[in-house]
Structure formats: C-alpha cells, structure tokens
C-alpha cells in the first residue's frame, strides 16, 4: 500500500517569490510514479507535473519543479515567481504497481498567495 | 471544448433517489475511473475500467454501479443514494500506451444528498 504525506495544511507566499510544497511517501514498490494536481476553489483537479521513480532528473514544468529525492522518500513541489492565479489546495499523488493503478493522494496543502 | 466532461455539474438529490453521474472524454483513452473526494479524505477510487468489457471495483465500491457504455463513456450510478455519499465526484482517464499513466480529471459533480 501506498501512502501520502503532506505536513503543511496551509502557507502563505508572496508574489512573486517561490514556494516549497513539501510531500513524502511510503511504498515498498520499485516502479512508481509521483504526481502533482492543482485544485483551485472552482474544484477541478488540474495536473500539473509528473516524475517516474526511475527518472534521473527532476521534473520541471514551466513554472513548476518537482525536487526528487529518491532515497528520502521525498517530492516536492516548487512553484517559482508565484501568481495571485497559484492560490489554489495542492495535491501530491502517487501510482504504485498495483493492478488498479489508482492514485493515492495525500490531505493536500492550501497555498495563498498574497499581492 | 474541455477533453473530459461531467454531467450534471451539481446536483441535489433525496435519500433513496437513484441518480446517475456521466462522464464523456475526447482524449482516446482507453482507462476511466470515479473518485470521490471528501474534505480532509483526499480522493478515493470507486470503480476503474481498463476497455469496454473491463470493469472493476476500487475501495469504496459499496452503494455505486458503473456502466462503460463505449470507450469515451463511463457513468456511476447510485442505487439509493444516502446521505454519506454526499461528496465531490471526479471522472478520470489515462493512456495505458503512456509510460507515465498520468491521469486527467474531469471538472467534478457535486452530488448533495438530503
């Protein structure tokens, strides 16, 4: 089983500034794929970047990056030159090697941007 | 024109009420699947189906039905619906020719139970 963790229930950014979304998982597969989703108020689940467990490089997306730390169990987001359109719950998910290949998410992380 | 689309967008409904939420994509995906998502739960898989004659449940399956009626057409029903299923229903898809498998959320129904 796989499983998300995201620490930070809510953070404020300035704009302009980069922010650092913090996400860690546990899972006892070898072949595995990290995810990022967007979720503004309007509710839609908006992907944002993707990184495989066998990728050497980080992600990077535009203004999104994905820091990989492999042995760490660790993936974590930044968004660079934030936007007042960034204030949005960020989600971390996770694909195992399950036969299912549903994602499991992690509480998600509320990022307010301020002007 | 959005790649995955939900039908209705919200919707209130009655305890015992059967109700079906439909979900139509354009991408040529090959794999749909339902969540919902309650707060302070994260999203949770209802059913998956990997082609038309696949169907298959997730880990909250109990109370729903599903239907793949054609490759870009896969609908949840509620048999009769209670109030703990009020939530926020996401119709998914993904490319199993994908490495990556990525999967791309429709906009969401919310499903009100009174």
């Known amino acids: 089983a796989q499983k998300i963790t995201q620490t930070q229930p809510g953070m404020f950014v300035q704009e302009k500034e980069a922010v650092t979304l913090d996400c860690t998982y546990d899972t006892s597969d070898q072949s595995y794929g990290l995810f990022w989703y967007k979720q503004p108020s309007s509710g839609e689940m908006i992907f944002l970047i993707y990184?495989?467990?066998?990728?050497?490089q980080n992600a990077t997306e535009g203004r999104y990056s994905l820091n990989f730390q492999k042995a760490r169990k660790s993936a974590n987001l930044v968004i660079s030159a934030s936007q007042l359109g960034d204030s949005a719950m960020y989600f971390c998910a996770m694909r195992g090697n399950s036969n299912d290949y549903k994602l499991s998410f992690g509480a998600g992380t509320t990022v307010t941007v301020r002007a | 024109d959005a790649d995955v689309t939900q039908t209705p967008r919200n919707r209130i409904t009655k305890t015992g009420k059967r109700i079906m939420l439909e979900c139509s994509q354009t991408?040529?995906?090959?794999?749909m699947y339902w969540y919902r998502q309650d707060p302070g739960l994260g999203l949770r898989l209802i059913y998956y189906?990997?082609?038309?004659?696949?169907?298959n449940k997730g880990e909250i399956s109990d109370g729903y039905s599903v239907s793949r009626q054609a490759q870009a057409k896969f609908s949840l029903s509620l048999e009769s619906a209670i109030p703990n299923q009020t939530a926020l229903y996401f119709c998914?898809?993904?490319?199993?020719?994908?490495?990556?498998?990525?999967?791309?959320f429709g906009p969401g129904t919310r499903l009100l139970v009174l």
């Open positions: 998914a898809t993904s490319d199993s020719g994908t490495g990556e498998e990525t999967q791309y």
């Open positions: 990184q495989g467990s066998y990728d050497e």
């Open positions: 991408k040529g995906h090959d794999r």
């Open positions: 189906s990997f082609d038309v004659k696949d169907i």
